[in-house]
T-cell receptor, first 114, second 114 residues
Framework: AQKITQTQPGMFVQEKEAVTLDCTYD???????LFWYKQPSSGEMIFLIY??????QNATEGRYSLNFQKARKSANLVISASQLGDSAMYFC???????????FGKGTRLHILP | DTGVSQDPRHKITKRGQNVTFRCDPI?????LYWYRQTLGQGPEFLTY????????KSRLLSDRFSAERPKGSFSTLEIQRTEQGDSAMYLC????????????FGSGTQLSVL
């Protein structure tokens, strides 16, 4: 069965530092995609970044990058130069390309300290 | 395009009552997903649709839960004989259904079962 694991329930990071949020996944499928979403205290789910399993380069979107290590089945999110507004819950998600089902991890709560 | 809308935003009900939630996806989106989220947890997959066809329903979901998307546009999620454990945020999301297409989420319906 497919599964997403986020082992860091909470993290505290000093403003302007880089932060890495861990995500490991389990699937026997060869074709899949990985997403990261941000959920601030307001509750909306905000798309951050996407990585396809066949993409050879790590995805980047502004201050966000995805450190994709396929052999380790990990898809860590890296936020460079963190800002106070980055304080939120962060969810890793996976889409199985054979059926487009999307599952989420339990999330990591990130606190950025001034 | 006004995004994904969900109605109602909040629902308070007594245990044993039936409730129905509505989701209107982005008009050209053929995929529609329902998730349940409790405080501090990740979205839990409930079910999803390709147009009007329901593709999968979570095995964790009891028979009290049913969802429809009769014309491939809006969807309804009904919970019969509600229990206190059903209290959660119910999120709807839609996508075009292409491989790297991100999910667009609604604001959710917060259900409280007394």
């Amino acid at each position: 069965a497919q599964k997403i694991t986020q082992t860091q329930p909470g993290m505290f990071v000093q403003e302007k530092e880089a932060v890495t949020l861990d995500c490991t996944y389990d699937t026997s499928d060869q074709s899949y995609g990985l997403f990261w979403y941000k959920q601030p205290s307001s509750g909306e789910m905000i798309f951050l970044i996407y990585q396809g399993s066949y993409d050879e380069q790590n995805a980047t979107e502004g201050r966000y990058s995805l450190n994709f290590q396929k052999a380790r089945k990990s898809a860590n999110l890296v936020i460079s130069a963190s800002q106070l507004g980055d304080s939120a819950m962060y969810f890793c998600a996976m889409i199985m390309n054979r059926d487009d089902k999307i599952i989420f991890g339990k999330g990591t709560r990130l606190h950025i300290l001034p | 395009d006004t995004g994904v809308s969900q109605d109602p935003r909040h629902k308070i009900t007594k245990r044993g009552q039936n409730v129905t939630f509505r989701c209107d996806p982005i008009s050209e989106h053929n995929r529609l997903y329902w998730y349940r989220q409790t405080l501090g947890q990740g979205p839990e997959f409930l079910t999803y649709f390709q147009n009007e066809a329901q593709l999968e329903k979570s095995r964790l979901l009891s028979d009290r839960f049913s969802a429809e998307r009769p014309k491939g546009s809006f969807s309804t999620l009904e919970i019969q004989r509600t229990e206190q454990g059903d209290s959660a945020m119910y999120l709807c999301a839609s996508s075009l259904g292409t491989r790297d297409e991100k999910l667009f989420f609604g604001s959710g319906t917060q259900l409280s079962v007394l």
